[in-house]
């Protein structure tokens, strides 16, 4: 990572009062139980394309920001992959509904940005759904992914948003801010302008000198432009760790 990249790392956001925190916990939950109902055109691409680009054989899976454990209705584990199936939740009130809903898989409550509690190498796939757009420390993440991922047949499988293309704020106008604006009368800007706050040209340029994109998919047109698509899949494969004291 550059020193010009590395300044901007971690965003700092403006605190939240603890009414905002509460909105802001209360729509995350309402919007993973909205979005698969209403949208299920893009909730499938959403998913489908981790379960499509997932390495044959895999045992051992980290999905990072699981929400509501929705991307598990889309998987067809054998009872060895559930029960190594990990699901990381930054929200308590999140992954309490993992908990329920998915009672044989692995559900942890913390922040995918700093040190997770699992050796190096461990896990097969990685899955992050609509996450790195979210991360304040992007890079600290991405690190860690890397770190967690067998180095010979670790993937890493994301989706994120085209943020900033007139598509994707076309269609957030007709989606999301609909339903914050009904539950809330108002106001959705102290909710989106702190959670989008990486754009797809900044997520791949964190990503690249730790993984190597082996699969790529756009949604909904297949073009490969971001002005006009929702959504890009990523497949990645690890790129050799650095040797300490080695250069950029």
């Not at 584990?77 to 029960?83: A, F, G, I, K, R």
Request: glycine fraction near 6%; proline fraction near 9%.
């Amino acid at each position: 990572m550059s020193t010009a990249s590395a300044s901007k790392w971690p965003k700092v956001l403006p605190a939240l009062t603890p009414a905002q925190q509460q909105r802001s916990d209360e729509f995350m939950k309402l919007w993973h139980e909205v979005l698969p109902r209403r949208f299920g055109l893009v909730e499938r691409f959403n998913h489908q394309f981790p379960v499509r680009n997932s390495p044959p054989g895999f045992t051992t899976t980290l999905e990072i920001g699981a929400g509501l454990g929705e991307h598990l209705e889309y998987e067809r584990l054998t009872p060895e992959q559930e029960s190594n199936y990990h699901c990381n939740e930054y929200r308590e009130n999140m992954a309490a509904e993992i908990r329920r809903r998915h009672p044989r898989v692995q559900t942890v409550v913390g922040d995918c940005q700093q040190h997770l509690g699992f050796a190096d190498g461990f896990f097969d796939r990685v899955i992050a759904v609509h996450v790195l757009e979210h991360l304040p420390n992007l890079p600290a993440a991405i690190r860690e992914a890397h770190r967690l991922l067998n180095p010979e047949r670790g993937r890493f499988l994301v989706v994120i948003p085209t943020e900033g293309s007139p598509a994707y704020s076309l269609a957030r106008r007709i989606s999301a801010q609909r339903v914050w604006n009904r539950r809330f009368g108002g106001g959705y800007e102290e909710f989106y302008q702190r959670e989008h706050i990486n754009l797809p040209h900044e997520i791949l340029e964190e990503l690249d000198p730790y993984f190597t994109i082996t699969a790529r998919s756009f949604f909904p047109l297949g073009v490969p432009w971001v002005f006009c698509n929702l959504c890009i899949g990523l497949s990645l494969v690890p790129r050799p760790a650095r040797r300490p004291g080695a250069g950029p």
